[in-house]
């Protein structure tokens, strides 16, 4: 369960902290240039490297994420809708909780974890799951269906904003199949979670019982001639050893 949450977290948090979450790509690029893509994520964009828009557009300047706090800094003003807050929030929470029922599972190995408290666990990893779908809903939000980015085309530069479809909204990218895959892995581990026994560390040596076998010389000496251990049962112990003299 531990391996699987540990993916699930990785790849949910990827998903949804990166610039690319969705993408919207430019219907009708000039002279024949690559086309402008756009990519965003529910904090973040970025454009790809194409000299599409004027030389006064900061976004396509540099291929790198920004916020969309710095659309602000340009004197624009954009909204985004509840459903976006909605998956903001899942965001963030996921990984919280999600991550603290990793920290047990790889706890779990190292000590003793109760049977009631790892079936706890496997519910807090499908809860998590259920919090990871949660942020699909990026899909009806308004980062994809009225993107701050193409707000920003439409006040600034209405026919590069024409260029896209008409409908304006976006296509799932990168993020969003890691997020899909991330629900499913925190399914996975919160399921062998409660199908899985608990780990078990029995820290206690193994016991065992010793045999001496004793012999007398001719010269009336006794020595030790043979010593068998066998592990399993307790020591014999050494006052209540008796020589057997042959």
Request: net charge negative.
């Amino acid at each position: 369960p531990g391996i699987l949450a540990f993916c699930a977290a990785i790849f949910g948090t990827a998903g949804n902290l990166y610039c690319e979450t969705v993408q919207f790509i430019q219907e009708n690029s000039q002279d024949g240039d690559e086309p402008l893509v756009v990519y965003a994520g529910l904090w973040t964009f970025r454009t790809n490297d194409t000299p599409a828009t004027t030389t006064s557009d900061p976004l396509s300047s540099e291929p790198v994420c920004h916020t969309y706090n710095s659309l602000v800094s340009t004197g624009f003003d954009y909204d985004i809708d509840a459903t976006t807050r909605f998956a903001m929030a899942f965001a963030i929470i996921t990984p919280i909780i999600g991550g603290i029922a990793l920290f047990l599972a790889c706890a779990g190995p190292c000590c003793n974890v109760a049977t009631s408290r790892w079936r706890a666990m496997g519910g807090v990893f499908l809860l998590s799951g259920l919090f990871q779908g949660f942020t699909l809903a990026v899909m009806q939000s308004s980062i994809c269906k009225d993107n701050p980015v193409l707000q920003y085309y439409e006040d600034h530069y209405l026919d590069l904003w024409n260029t896209f479809p008409a409908s304006h909204e976006c296509k799932a990218y990168t993020g969003y199949h890691l997020s899909i895959v991330a629900v499913a892995l925190w399914i996975l581990a919160g399921v062998a979670a409660l199908v899985l026994p608990s780990p078990h560390v029995d820290g206690r040596q193994p016991q065992q019982s010793q045999t001496v076998t004793y012999q007398r010389d001719e010269n009336g000496n006794v020595r030790e001639t043979n010593v068998v251990i066998v592990k399993g049962t307790n020591p014999t112990p050494p006052e209540q050893a008796k020589p057997n003299f042959l």
